[in-house]
């Protein structure tokens, strides 16, 4: 089974997804006249740039504040792919797989800013009052397919399941079993306690945790790279240098794997790429569909902030320390990978080797928060979709899938689960698609509501100049 998985995801989706997002984010670029690149100073000002701004923490009855929809969004964004997802692209695809990396998230900030302007266009409130939104509801309200939106929602529970709970549960198992020798049982039903709790209290539960550990996890996180960087620093040019060479090469970059040309770093680059930012997937949008924000627009904004903070910054700074680190700089030049340095070991090796022990902990840390935020991030998604699926038994049906998950994360920290991280690959690419095709076809949406989000903006009066 696993071989075939393996076949169909390497050889017809991870390509299809390539070609999608790709297509799909030039032509938003275009439709939206380069917003991204445009507007790139204003949506920094209008998001990380507004942190201190009381509206960004205002919030209305049965909402969360745009800044906590954006942490929501961000907690499931940067997990372990912002670690091991990338050292398991420069490992399978080589160095090149950054410059795709690039490409994907300079592409899909835009994409990402598209579905959460649709999911606050065609939101709704719930029985309970609280908004609700994503692919599912644009598909069906907006488009008019909800055959597609029920396909996506079906496909996008599964893949919560499996990418955002048990392969991230399986992580910070592994991490803490091979750092400090806890067995994974224990790990399972110390973190399956802590998911349950936070997972039961709802949507603002979720978001309140998030609000206070994504910040300090990247900041985390940053710093201790920095330090990395800077004792590699001479090291750091010829980093950059691979990057480029090899994201045209059409010779094998490592010939013991399987000859990986140019377009093993394009597929691996955009493929770990839209894991790290979600670009595309349709899942950071009903996050962002909870928030009080009136104005579309403004709350898409952070969807470019996401994808910039999460593979533009945190993407490079991890890649740029392995391909500093004598550790890969060997495999490199043997063109030949070291079978003991897969995709996590090949971080936490050059981490340790610029910070002897403090490395190796520190790694583990910030991969157990990484993690454990996006178990939480999904597990929202997940809940949004069984509601939609089952509105006339919805609290129930919620209730049931916050069981299923809760169980998933024990299951996860103690299977051995290569073939459920493949298997989420290829449900990934499934609740991708009927999102793709929606962006797509509701385009013109989103260039509406860009047009007035701008237009408001210059006919507001400008404040009077303050007199010396």
Known sequence: ???????????????????LLIGVGIFLTVRTKVLQFRKFGYTMKNTVGSLFDKNQHAKDKGSVSPFQAATTALAGTIGTGSIAGVATA??????????????????????????????????????????????????????????LAIVFAIFAMIACIGTGNATQSNAISGVLNSSLQVPTWVTGLVLTIIVALVILGGVKRIASVNEKMVPAMAVIFIVLALVVLGINITNVPNAFVMIFTEAFNFDSVLGGVAGYGVLSAMRFGVGRGVITNEAGLGSAPIAHAASSTTDPAKQGL????????????????????????DAYAVIYAAKELDPALNGASLSGAAFSEALPGVGQYGVALVTIFFSLSTILGWGYYGEVCAGYLFPKHRNVAILVYRIIYVVFVFVGSVANIQIVWRLSDCFNVLMALPNLIGLVALSKVVVNCTKEHFNKKKEEPEEAPVEE
């Open 1 to 19: 089974m696993e071989a075939i998985v393996n076949f169909i995801y390497d050889n017809i989706l991870s390509i299809l997804m390539m070609v």
């Open 302 to 325: 952070w969807g470019m902030f996401e994808v910039f903070i999460t593979t533009i910054v945190i993407c490079t700074i991890s890649a740029l320390i392995i391909l500093s680190s």
């Open 90 to 147: 420069l490992v399978a695809g080589g160095p090149g797989a950054v410059f795709w990396m690039w490409i994907s998230a300079l592409l899909g900030m835009v994409t990402k800013y598209s579905e959460i302007v649709l999911s606050l266009k065609f939101r709704e409130k719930n029985k309970e009052g609280a908004w609700v939104g994503g692919p599912m509801y644009y598909l069906h309200k907006g488009l008019g397919k909800k055959w």
